[in-house]
């Protein structure tokens, strides 16, 4: 063979062998990514992505809208639509390790573990508090920096310390989320693992700042559930805090951050424009005989569901007939027409809420567009919105599950089995797949 044939041949391979290990590389988790590689050639393999949620293929009505802009109306009346039956919420199928007495620590500074994957070093949003300004100041809490993309496990086992659990985040995590890049831990799972711990735990949403004060000074800390943006190039994107304290002198609250560190000095206001991102969510856990003073606290929507979704609805309308384009406001507005049993309504906010633009990984946390979508019968919106978010990442387990329901909608069984299966390789303790999953099978 003439040797410019062996030149051509070698060459080829070797293009075809780097294509191989670019594809390889390019298939990495991004937490192998993100832990070997500079900064600059992270961005080589982080997935493109959109700006904002994709736009619906529908639009609200322009009376409709009216009807919301004008605060003699009300509320728009409820839309009759069709509704799903809901499945019950995810519970560990092992319980974590038992929970120890509660251990009484007295230092006033908490103890800090070394972060295994180190975020970035751009600077900090909020700074470390001036712990003696203090109003309220909730001791005995062990911070923790979180691992790759689990502020969720790491907040949780920072609350669960304040009540004596040794455990870990890494424990918390192998039920909470199995597989290392889950985007997303949601509150109802994170009480659900302190139940199982024998400790009391309530996820509640519409709280105020004056709320908050209350909970502290009665010595309960609290879990926020809250937009979060820590740097320009990252954007915006979900996150835990702890509250463990306030200074009105000061106008912050004391947080315990898995990101930023312990003790940070938050500032009221913007701690509040980022909560309601999350529709102002929040999770408290106690001993279960301190149930009663936390009952006392929390007032009328500690188990009235409803009184609560109808405080979250009102309060969006205020805050849409205040800025008509506010996307959070008309997410939160559709969230509560949702869980009020109005899904038509919740579809039409919702659709409204991404015409306006919402951040892109809004619906790596936050699914009720989904469920909206699915109650009402558009099955191809559903279809299309999880696609999109697929594009980007395949480690949300949700996506798949209501990708899975709206193909059996359709009249794809098999595709729906396929999904399902999928969501439960991602976590095997999700039950909501597991019970879909069990209605398709043979």
Not at 305 to 324: F, K, V, Y
Request: glycine residues 8%.
């Amino acid at each position: 063979m003439p040797r410019w044939r062996w030149w051509a041949w070698g060459l080829a391979m070797a293009v075809l062998g780097m294509g191989a290990l670019w594809e390889g590389l390019h298939r990495l988790p991004p937490r192998y990514v993100a832990r070997v590689l500079p900064e600059p050639l992270q961005l080589w393999f982080w997935p493109a992505h959109p700006d904002r949620v994709p736009t619906p293929m529908a639009t609200p009505p322009a009376d409709w809208l009216a009807a919301w802009l004008t605060p003699s109306a009300g509320t728009p009346q409820p839309s009759p639509a069709p509704s799903i039956p809901r499945i019950p919420s995810l519970r560990p199928p092992t319980a974590p390790p038992p929970l120890r007495p509660t251990v009484t620590r007295p230092a006033p500074t908490p103890t800090v573990t070394p972060a295994r994957f180190p975020g970035p070093t751009q600077a900090a949003r909020n700074t470390p508090a001036a712990l003696e300004q203090a109003d309220v100041l909730l001791y005995g809490v062990r911070h923790a920096f979180q691992t790759w993309n689990n502020c969720g496990p790491a907040t949780l086992a920072m609350a669960l310390s304040f009540y004596g659990w040794p455990g870990t985040q890494k424990e918390a995590a192998a039920v909470l989320k199995p597989d290392p890049e889950d985007k997303n831990v949601s509150p109802e799972e994170m009480a659900a693992f302190a139940r199982r711990l024998g400790l009391g735990a309530k996820v509640r949403v519409n709280g105020t700042l004056d709320l908050l004060r209350r909970l502290l000074r009665a010595g309960f800390p609290v879990i926020l559930e809250t937009g979060f943006e820590p740097d320009p190039k990252q954007g915006w994107m979900g996150h835990y805090r702890l509250l463990i304290g306030y200074s009105e002198r000061a106008g912050q609250f004391i947080v315990m951050d898995s990101y930023m560190g312990p003790n940070q000095g938050v500032p009221a206001e913007e701690a509040d424009r980022y909560w309601r991102h999350f529709n102002r969510t929040y999770v408290l856990i106690y001993r279960p005989e301190e149930e009663g003073r936390l009952r006392e606290v929390v007032g009328p929507d500690w188990e009235d569901d409803r009184r609560m979704w109808e405080g979250a609805l009102a309060r969006a309308q205020q805050e849409i007939q205040a800025n008509a384009q506010d996307a959070f406001a008309w997410f939160n507005a559709g969230a509560a027409l949702l869980r009020l049993g109005r899904p038509s309504d919740a579809a039409a906010a919702f659709d409204q809420a991404r015409a306006l633009g919402l951040p892109w990984r809004i619906l790596w946390y936050r699914f009720e567009p989904f469920e909206a979508y699915l109650a009402v019968g558009r099955y191809r919106e559903v279809i299309a919105l999880a696609d999109a978010n697929l594009r980007v990442t395949p480690y949300v387990e949700e996506w798949y599950d209501f990708k899975g329901q709206a193909l059996l909608a359709l009249g794809d069984r098999e595709g729906a089995r396929a999904l399902f299966q999928r969501a439960l390789r991602f976590n095997p303790n999700f039950a909501t797949a597991r019970a879909h999953l069990a209605m398709v099978s043979p």
